[in-house]
Protein backbone atom coordinates (compact mmCIF):
# COMPACT_ATOMS: atom_id res chain seq x y z
CA UNK A 1 0.00 0.00 0.00
CA UNK A 2 1.13 3.60 -0.83
CA UNK A 3 1.79 5.85 1.97
CA UNK A 4 -0.74 7.97 3.70
CA UNK A 5 -0.50 11.73 4.08
CA UNK A 6 -2.10 14.58 5.61
CA UNK A 7 -1.53 17.34 3.71
CA UNK A 8 -0.08 16.51 -0.21
CA UNK A 9 1.51 19.42 -2.58
CA UNK A 10 0.05 20.32 -5.88
CA UNK A 11 -0.02 17.94 -8.78
CA UNK A 12 1.78 19.21 -11.71
CA UNK A 13 0.28 17.81 -15.06
CA UNK A 14 3.28 15.71 -15.97
CA UNK A 15 2.70 14.05 -12.89
CA UNK A 16 -0.86 13.05 -13.90
CA UNK A 17 -1.15 10.99 -16.53
CA UNK A 18 -4.74 11.19 -17.46
CA UNK A 19 -7.01 12.55 -15.36
CA UNK A 20 -6.47 13.52 -11.47
CA UNK A 21 -9.54 11.53 -9.42
CA UNK A 22 -10.25 11.28 -5.87
CA UNK A 23 -12.38 8.75 -3.75
CA UNK A 24 -14.10 9.98 -0.37
CA UNK A 25 -15.02 7.87 2.30
CA UNK A 26 -15.02 7.59 6.01
CA UNK A 27 -13.09 4.52 6.25
CA UNK A 28 -12.32 1.47 3.91
CA UNK A 29 -14.08 -0.64 5.97
CA UNK A 30 -15.84 -3.97 6.06
CA UNK A 31 -19.47 -3.03 3.35
CA UNK A 32 -20.16 -3.10 0.29
CA UNK A 33 -20.22 0.30 -1.54
CA UNK A 34 -16.27 0.65 0.55
CA UNK A 35 -15.41 -2.68 -1.27
CA UNK A 36 -16.44 -0.86 -4.57
CA UNK A 37 -15.02 2.26 -3.79
CA UNK A 38 -11.26 0.44 -3.31
CA UNK A 39 -11.71 -1.64 -6.81
CA UNK A 40 -12.65 1.28 -8.83
CA UNK A 41 -9.52 2.98 -7.35
CA UNK A 42 -7.36 0.19 -8.03
CA UNK A 43 -8.70 -0.17 -11.76
CA UNK A 44 -8.35 3.49 -12.71
CA UNK A 45 -4.89 3.88 -10.90
CA UNK A 46 -3.90 0.65 -13.23
CA UNK A 47 -5.03 2.76 -16.46
CA UNK A 48 -2.93 5.46 -15.76
CA UNK A 49 -4.98 8.00 -13.55
CA UNK A 50 -3.82 9.40 -10.93
CA UNK A 51 -6.06 8.31 -7.90
CA UNK A 52 -6.20 9.47 -5.07
CA UNK A 53 -8.38 7.97 -2.30
CA UNK A 54 -9.00 10.36 0.63
CA UNK A 55 -10.19 8.46 3.94
CA UNK A 56 -11.44 10.21 7.15
CA UNK A 57 -8.99 7.65 8.91
CA UNK A 58 -7.17 4.66 7.32
CA UNK A 59 -8.26 1.78 8.91
CA UNK A 60 -10.60 -1.03 8.51
CA UNK A 61 -10.72 -4.38 6.67
CA UNK A 62 -9.71 -2.81 3.62
CA UNK A 63 -7.11 -1.00 4.05
CA UNK A 64 -4.43 -4.05 3.29
CA UNK A 65 -6.58 -4.66 -0.80
CA UNK A 66 -5.47 -0.77 -1.98
CA UNK A 67 -3.69 -0.64 -4.56
CA UNK A 68 0.56 0.62 -4.86
CA UNK A 69 -0.89 2.86 -7.56
CA UNK A 70 -3.29 4.68 -5.50
CA UNK A 71 -2.13 7.38 -2.94
CA UNK A 72 -3.57 7.62 0.24
CA UNK A 73 -4.58 10.86 2.09
CA UNK A 74 -5.56 10.40 5.54
CA UNK A 75 -7.70 13.41 6.91
CA UNK A 76 -7.68 12.05 10.44
CA UNK A 77 -10.99 13.64 11.45
CA UNK A 78 -11.71 15.69 14.58
CA UNK A 79 -13.88 13.92 16.85
CA UNK A 80 -16.89 16.65 16.96
CA UNK A 81 -20.09 15.67 19.26
CA UNK A 82 -22.97 15.24 16.42
CA UNK A 83 -20.87 16.06 13.74
CA UNK A 84 -19.50 12.40 12.06
CA UNK A 85 -17.74 12.61 8.99
CA UNK A 86 -19.13 16.52 8.96
CA UNK A 87 -15.38 17.36 10.70
CA UNK A 88 -14.00 16.28 7.95
CA UNK A 89 -15.16 19.61 5.68
CA UNK A 90 -11.96 21.75 6.82
CA UNK A 91 -9.81 19.44 6.11
CA UNK A 92 -11.57 18.07 2.59
CA UNK A 93 -11.87 21.55 1.72
CA UNK A 94 -7.85 21.88 2.05
CA UNK A 95 -7.15 19.06 0.40
CA UNK A 96 -9.16 20.12 -2.51
CA UNK A 97 -7.42 23.55 -2.41
CA UNK A 98 -4.16 21.84 -2.49
CA UNK A 99 -4.53 18.79 -4.91
CA UNK A 100 -7.04 20.01 -7.19
CA UNK A 101 -8.48 16.94 -8.39
CA UNK A 102 -10.49 16.66 -11.87
CA UNK A 103 -13.65 14.92 -9.72
CA UNK A 104 -14.31 13.91 -6.58
CA UNK A 105 -16.15 10.74 -5.84
CA UNK A 106 -18.17 10.04 -2.85
CA UNK A 107 -20.13 7.44 -1.27
CA UNK A 108 -23.27 6.99 0.98
CA UNK A 109 -25.04 9.90 2.06
CA UNK A 110 -23.77 11.11 5.55
CA UNK A 111 -20.20 11.54 3.46
CA UNK A 112 -21.80 12.62 -0.13
CA UNK A 113 -23.15 15.93 1.82
CA UNK A 114 -19.40 16.43 3.83
CA UNK A 115 -18.34 16.60 -0.03
CA UNK A 116 -20.78 18.55 -1.53
CA UNK A 117 -20.10 21.13 1.45
CA UNK A 118 -16.45 20.98 0.36
CA UNK A 119 -16.84 21.17 -3.03
CA UNK A 120 -19.32 24.60 -2.64
CA UNK A 121 -16.10 25.75 -0.75
CA UNK A 122 -13.23 24.99 -2.31
CA UNK A 123 -11.41 27.24 -4.99
CA UNK A 124 -10.80 24.23 -6.43
CA UNK A 125 -12.25 23.14 -9.72
CA UNK A 126 -13.59 19.99 -8.91
CA UNK A 127 -16.43 18.27 -10.89
CA UNK A 128 -18.43 16.48 -7.37
CA UNK A 129 -19.88 13.56 -7.85
CA UNK A 130 -21.95 11.85 -4.54
CA UNK A 131 -23.37 7.89 -5.46
CA UNK A 132 -25.89 6.29 -3.37
CA UNK A 133 -26.29 2.69 -2.87
CA UNK A 134 -29.27 2.37 -1.18
CA UNK A 135 -32.69 3.31 -2.57
CA UNK A 136 -34.34 6.91 -0.50
CA UNK A 137 -37.03 4.21 0.14
CA UNK A 138 -36.00 2.59 2.85
CA UNK A 139 -34.92 5.03 6.06
CA UNK A 140 -35.68 2.75 9.11
CA UNK A 141 -34.23 4.78 11.31
CA UNK A 142 -34.93 8.77 12.76
CA UNK A 143 -31.54 9.35 11.74
CA UNK A 144 -31.72 8.24 8.34
CA UNK A 145 -34.64 10.29 7.57
CA UNK A 146 -33.21 13.29 8.99
CA UNK A 147 -29.91 12.78 6.72
CA UNK A 148 -31.97 11.86 3.38
CA UNK A 149 -34.25 15.27 4.52
CA UNK A 150 -31.19 17.26 4.49
CA UNK A 151 -29.76 15.72 1.21
CA UNK A 152 -33.12 16.56 -0.65
CA UNK A 153 -31.98 20.53 0.40
CA UNK A 154 -28.19 19.73 -0.37
CA UNK A 155 -27.95 17.22 -3.55
CA UNK A 156 -29.08 19.75 -6.18
CA UNK A 157 -25.82 21.58 -5.16
CA UNK A 158 -23.79 18.67 -6.29
CA UNK A 159 -22.25 18.50 -9.91
CA UNK A 160 -24.29 14.83 -10.22
CA UNK A 161 -25.64 12.21 -8.12
CA UNK A 162 -25.13 8.84 -9.28
CA UNK A 163 -26.69 5.60 -8.64
CA UNK A 164 -25.53 2.30 -8.73
CA UNK A 165 -28.86 0.73 -10.14
CA UNK A 166 -32.07 2.53 -11.93
CA UNK A 167 -33.90 2.17 -8.92
CA UNK A 168 -31.70 3.59 -6.91
CA UNK A 169 -31.29 6.00 -8.99
CA UNK A 170 -35.23 6.50 -9.26
CA UNK A 171 -35.62 7.03 -5.42
CA UNK A 172 -33.09 10.25 -5.61
CA UNK A 173 -35.31 11.61 -8.33
CA UNK A 174 -38.46 10.75 -6.04
CA UNK A 175 -37.04 11.74 -2.96
CA UNK A 176 -35.34 14.73 -3.17
CA UNK A 177 -36.96 16.38 -6.12
CA UNK A 178 -33.83 16.58 -8.80
CA UNK A 179 -34.06 16.40 -12.65
CA UNK A 180 -33.54 12.84 -13.47
CA UNK A 181 -31.26 14.82 -15.75
CA UNK A 182 -28.92 15.35 -13.14
CA UNK A 183 -28.54 11.58 -11.75
CA UNK A 184 -26.37 8.97 -13.51
CA UNK A 185 -26.43 5.23 -13.58
CA UNK A 186 -23.10 3.42 -12.79
CA UNK A 187 -23.10 -0.37 -11.69
CA UNK A 188 -20.95 -1.00 -9.35
CA UNK A 189 -17.76 -3.42 -10.77
CA UNK A 190 -16.02 -6.57 -9.34
CA UNK A 191 -12.57 -7.57 -9.76
CA UNK A 192 -13.11 -11.05 -11.57
CA UNK A 193 -10.06 -12.16 -11.54
CA UNK A 194 -9.37 -11.57 -7.63
CA UNK A 195 -12.62 -13.27 -7.17
CA UNK A 196 -11.67 -16.26 -9.20
CA UNK A 197 -8.05 -16.65 -7.26
CA UNK A 198 -9.91 -16.01 -4.32
CA UNK A 199 -12.66 -18.83 -5.37
CA UNK A 200 -9.36 -21.48 -5.81
CA UNK A 201 -8.17 -20.84 -2.17
CA UNK A 202 -9.18 -23.12 0.81
CA UNK A 203 -12.69 -22.28 2.52
CA UNK A 204 -11.75 -22.25 6.32
CA UNK A 205 -14.92 -24.59 7.15
CA UNK A 206 -15.13 -28.52 7.08
CA UNK A 207 -18.64 -28.94 5.87
CA UNK A 208 -17.51 -27.19 2.63
CA UNK A 209 -15.19 -29.86 1.92
CA UNK A 210 -17.77 -32.50 2.92
CA UNK A 211 -19.11 -34.33 -0.53
CA UNK A 212 -22.33 -35.71 1.73
CA UNK A 213 -23.21 -32.52 2.69
CA UNK A 214 -25.39 -29.72 0.86
CA UNK A 215 -23.77 -25.86 2.13
CA UNK A 216 -25.95 -23.27 1.54
CA UNK A 217 -24.09 -19.76 1.70
CA UNK A 218 -24.96 -16.39 2.69
CA UNK A 219 -22.48 -13.38 3.12
CA UNK A 220 -23.06 -9.86 4.38
CA UNK A 221 -23.46 -7.88 7.28
CA UNK A 222 -25.94 -9.26 10.50
CA UNK A 223 -28.13 -6.59 10.44
CA UNK A 224 -31.85 -5.91 10.31
CA UNK A 225 -32.06 -4.72 6.69
CA UNK A 226 -30.14 -8.27 5.85
CA UNK A 227 -32.84 -10.14 7.17
CA UNK A 228 -30.49 -13.24 7.94
CA UNK A 229 -34.05 -14.71 10.21
CA UNK A 230 -36.16 -15.15 7.81
CA UNK A 231 -32.98 -17.29 5.87
CA UNK A 232 -32.75 -19.27 8.87
CA UNK A 233 -36.37 -20.01 9.25
CA UNK A 234 -36.37 -21.22 5.49
CA UNK A 235 -33.58 -23.13 6.46
CA UNK A 236 -35.10 -24.72 8.93
CA UNK A 237 -37.55 -25.99 6.68
CA UNK A 238 -34.58 -27.20 4.48
CA UNK A 239 -33.03 -29.67 6.69
CA UNK A 240 -36.19 -31.05 7.84
CA UNK A 241 -36.56 -31.66 4.03
CA UNK A 242 -33.10 -32.37 3.46
CA UNK A 243 -31.00 -33.47 6.11
CA UNK A 244 -27.76 -33.32 4.95
CA UNK A 245 -28.07 -29.44 4.21
CA UNK A 246 -26.16 -27.01 6.27
CA UNK A 247 -26.05 -23.27 6.30
CA UNK A 248 -23.03 -20.99 6.38
CA UNK A 249 -23.44 -16.92 7.06
CA UNK A 250 -19.87 -15.51 6.56
CA UNK A 251 -19.73 -11.66 8.42
CA UNK A 252 -20.21 -9.88 11.31
CA UNK A 253 -22.61 -7.67 12.96
CA UNK A 254 -24.49 -6.13 15.98
CA UNK A 255 -27.25 -8.91 14.96
CA UNK A 256 -25.22 -11.88 15.82
CA UNK A 257 -26.61 -12.82 19.21
CA UNK A 258 -30.11 -12.61 18.26
CA UNK A 259 -29.60 -14.65 14.97
CA UNK A 260 -27.63 -17.48 17.52
CA UNK A 261 -30.13 -17.65 19.72
CA UNK A 262 -32.90 -17.96 16.66
CA UNK A 263 -30.91 -20.90 15.32
CA UNK A 264 -31.29 -22.60 18.72
CA UNK A 265 -34.89 -21.81 18.90
CA UNK A 266 -35.65 -23.22 15.16
CA UNK A 267 -33.57 -26.17 16.23
CA UNK A 268 -30.85 -26.14 14.20
CA UNK A 269 -27.91 -24.72 15.38
CA UNK A 270 -25.99 -27.74 15.08
CA UNK A 271 -26.21 -27.05 11.33
CA UNK A 272 -25.54 -23.34 11.24
CA UNK A 273 -22.25 -22.10 11.41
CA UNK A 274 -21.64 -18.08 11.64
CA UNK A 275 -17.76 -17.80 10.61
CA UNK A 276 -17.93 -13.82 11.09
CA UNK A 277 -15.71 -11.90 8.99
CA UNK A 278 -13.36 -12.83 6.17
CA UNK A 279 -11.53 -10.83 3.10
CA UNK A 280 -12.22 -13.91 1.14
CA UNK A 281 -15.79 -14.96 1.29
CA UNK A 282 -15.28 -16.18 -2.51
CA UNK A 283 -14.00 -19.46 -1.04
CA UNK A 284 -17.02 -19.95 0.54
CA UNK A 285 -19.13 -19.27 -2.25
CA UNK A 286 -17.34 -21.17 -4.69
CA UNK A 287 -18.31 -24.62 -2.24
CA UNK A 288 -21.96 -23.64 -1.73
CA UNK A 289 -24.37 -25.54 -3.43
CA UNK A 290 -26.61 -22.38 -2.88
CA UNK A 291 -25.84 -19.11 -2.52
CA UNK A 292 -28.82 -17.26 -0.31
CA UNK A 293 -29.02 -13.51 -0.17
CA UNK A 294 -32.18 -12.41 2.06
CA UNK A 295 -32.56 -8.62 2.05
CA UNK A 296 -35.38 -6.29 2.94
CA UNK A 297 -33.55 -3.64 1.08
CA UNK A 298 -30.62 -3.45 -1.55
CA UNK A 299 -28.95 -0.66 -3.65
CA UNK A 300 -27.19 -2.94 -6.29
CA UNK A 301 -26.11 -5.66 -3.96
CA UNK A 302 -22.55 -6.72 -5.09
CA UNK A 303 -22.27 -10.03 -3.37
CA UNK A 304 -25.08 -11.11 -5.83
CA UNK A 305 -22.57 -10.10 -8.63
CA UNK A 306 -19.56 -12.09 -7.17
CA UNK A 307 -21.93 -14.85 -6.32
CA UNK A 308 -22.50 -15.29 -10.15
CA UNK A 309 -18.70 -14.65 -10.87
CA UNK A 310 -17.97 -18.09 -8.53
CA UNK A 311 -20.94 -19.64 -10.92
CA UNK A 312 -23.31 -20.08 -7.42
CA UNK A 313 -26.70 -21.24 -7.64
CA UNK A 314 -28.51 -18.17 -6.40
CA UNK A 315 -31.76 -17.94 -4.05
CA UNK A 316 -32.58 -13.90 -3.56
CA UNK A 317 -35.42 -11.64 -2.61
CA UNK A 318 -36.70 -9.63 -4.99
CA UNK A 319 -36.16 -6.81 -2.92
CA UNK A 320 -35.94 -3.40 -4.13
CA UNK A 321 -33.47 -2.45 -5.46
CA UNK A 322 -31.10 -4.46 -7.29
CA UNK A 323 -31.74 -8.15 -7.27
CA UNK A 324 -34.33 -8.48 -10.63
CA UNK A 325 -31.78 -6.03 -12.20
CA UNK A 326 -29.05 -8.31 -11.60
CA UNK A 327 -30.77 -11.41 -12.17
CA UNK A 328 -32.62 -10.43 -15.57
CA UNK A 329 -35.84 -11.02 -13.86
CA UNK A 330 -34.86 -14.81 -12.77
CA UNK A 331 -32.78 -16.14 -15.64
CA UNK A 332 -29.56 -15.65 -13.91
CA UNK A 333 -31.07 -17.19 -10.48
CA UNK A 334 -34.07 -17.48 -8.22
CA UNK A 335 -36.44 -14.52 -7.06
CA UNK A 336 -38.55 -15.23 -3.87
CA UNK A 337 -40.64 -12.48 -1.96
CA UNK A 338 -38.79 -10.59 1.05
CA UNK A 339 -39.49 -11.64 4.31
CA UNK A 340 -41.05 -15.43 3.08
CA UNK A 341 -39.83 -17.88 4.73
CA UNK A 342 -41.49 -20.85 2.91
CA UNK A 343 -41.21 -19.55 -0.86
CA UNK A 344 -37.64 -19.18 0.03
CA UNK A 345 -37.42 -22.61 1.08
CA UNK A 346 -38.77 -23.79 -1.39
CA UNK A 347 -36.64 -21.77 -4.11
CA UNK A 348 -33.77 -23.24 -2.02
CA UNK A 349 -34.62 -27.23 -2.46
CA UNK A 350 -35.70 -26.23 -6.23
CA UNK A 351 -32.07 -24.50 -6.74
CA UNK A 352 -30.44 -27.90 -5.04
CA UNK A 353 -32.45 -30.12 -7.26
CA UNK A 354 -31.57 -28.48 -10.23
CA UNK A 355 -28.76 -26.28 -10.20
CA UNK A 356 -28.32 -23.01 -12.37
CA UNK A 357 -25.42 -24.02 -15.00
CA UNK A 358 -21.98 -22.07 -13.77
CA UNK A 359 -21.38 -21.14 -17.39
CA UNK A 360 -25.02 -18.63 -17.89
CA UNK A 361 -23.68 -17.13 -14.46
CA UNK A 362 -20.17 -16.40 -15.66
CA UNK A 363 -21.91 -14.82 -19.13
CA UNK A 364 -23.97 -12.65 -16.90
CA UNK A 365 -21.37 -11.30 -14.85
CA UNK A 366 -18.90 -10.44 -17.58
CA UNK A 367 -21.65 -7.51 -17.63
CA UNK A 368 -19.90 -6.28 -14.12
CA UNK A 369 -16.65 -7.01 -14.86
CA UNK A 370 -14.11 -4.23 -13.66
CA UNK A 371 -12.94 -3.76 -17.68
CA UNK A 372 -16.58 -2.96 -18.06
CA UNK A 373 -17.32 -0.55 -15.01
CA UNK A 374 -13.90 0.99 -15.31
CA UNK A 375 -14.66 2.00 -18.84
CA UNK A 376 -17.97 3.53 -17.63
CA UNK A 377 -16.05 5.18 -15.04
CA UNK A 378 -13.33 5.96 -17.13
CA UNK A 379 -16.02 7.83 -19.86
CA UNK A 380 -17.86 9.38 -17.17
CA UNK A 381 -14.46 10.80 -16.04
CA UNK A 382 -13.75 12.23 -19.38
CA UNK A 383 -16.80 13.55 -20.30
CA UNK A 384 -17.42 15.42 -16.67
CA UNK A 385 -13.83 16.73 -17.12
CA UNK A 386 -13.88 18.56 -20.41
CA UNK A 387 -12.87 16.21 -23.08
Known sequence: MSGTTETAGPVTADAAPDRHVAFFTPAPDFGGAQRVTV??????????????????????????????AVDTVELRVPEVPAAGILAAVPRLVSYLDERRPDVLFASRTHTNLAAVAAGRLTDADVHVAVTEHSPFT????????????????VYPYADDVIGVSEGVAGTVVEHTGLDPAGTTVLNNPVDIEAIRSGAEEPADHEWLHDPELEPIVAVGRLKESKDFGTLLRAFAT????RPATRLVIVGKGTARDRLEGLAEELG???SVAFTGYTDNPY????????????????????????????GCSIVSTDCQYGPREILEDGRYGRLTPVGDAERMADSICDALADPTPPERCHERARHFSMTAGADRYESYIHAVAGD
Do not use: Q, W
Not at 238 to 241: L, P
Not at 285 to 308: C, D, H, Q, W, Y
Open 39 to 68: NIANSLASRGHDVDLVAGDLEGEFVSLIGD
Open 138 to 153: HLPTRKDRLTAAIAAR
Open 238 to 241: VHER
Open 268 to 270: VAD
Open 283 to 310: AYMARSAVFAMPSKVEGLPTVLIEALVC
